[in-house]
Nanobody, 119 residues
Framework: VQLVESGGGLVQPGGSLRLSCAASGFTFSSYRMRWYRQAPGTERELVASISTSGGSTYYADSVEGRFTISRDNVKNTVYLHLQMNSLKPEDTAVYYC???????????WGQGTQVTVSS
C-alpha cells in the first residue's frame, strides 16, 4: 500500500496550491478519501472528504468555498487532489491524505506534505 502526497510548498496569502495524493496497493473503490491537516501544537483535523464514487463531498467550515477535493480512479491507482485557493496563514500545516473504509474498518495514511502560507 502506498499513499504519496505532493504539491506542498510556500505560497503568499491569497495564493493557490494544488495537492495530489497517488494511492495504490488496495481496493480503493471501497474507500472514501480524505485530506487532513495538522499545524504545530494542534490536533490533526479533517479538511475535506470525498466518497468512493466521487459524487459526495464534505468540507470543514474553515475551507468551504476555498478548497475543492476531487478524485480520479484510474486502473490500479486513485489520484486524490485538493485545490486550495485564497490561502490564508492559518492554512499553514502538514497536509495528509487518508483512505478510509467503514465496513470492515480500515485506513491508510500518507506521509504528509508541508504547506506554508506566508508573505
Amino acid at each position: 500500500v502506498q499513499l504519496v502526497e505532493s504539491g506542498g510548498g510556500l505560497v503568499q496569502p491569497g495564493g493557490s496550491l494544488r495537492l495530489s495524493c497517488a494511492a495504490s496497493g488496495f481496493t480503493f473503490s471501497s474507500y472514501r478519501m480524505r485530506w487532513y491537516r495538522q499545524a504545530p501544537g494542534t490536533e490533526r483535523e479533517l479538511v475535506a472528504s470525498i466518497s468512493t464514487s466521487g459524487g459526495s463531498t464534505y468540507y470543514a467550515d474553515s475551507v468551504e468555498g476555498r478548497f475543492t477535493i476531487s478524485r480520479d480512479n484510474v486502473k490500479n491507482t486513485v489520484y486524490l487532489h485538493l485545490q486550495m485557493n485564497s490561502l490564508k496563514p492559518e492554512d499553514t500545516a502538514v497536509y495528509y491524505c487518508k483512505a478510509e473504509r467503514i465496513i470492515p474498518p480500515g485506513e491508510y495514511w500518507g506521509q504528509g506534505t508541508q504547506v506554508t502560507v506566508s508573505s
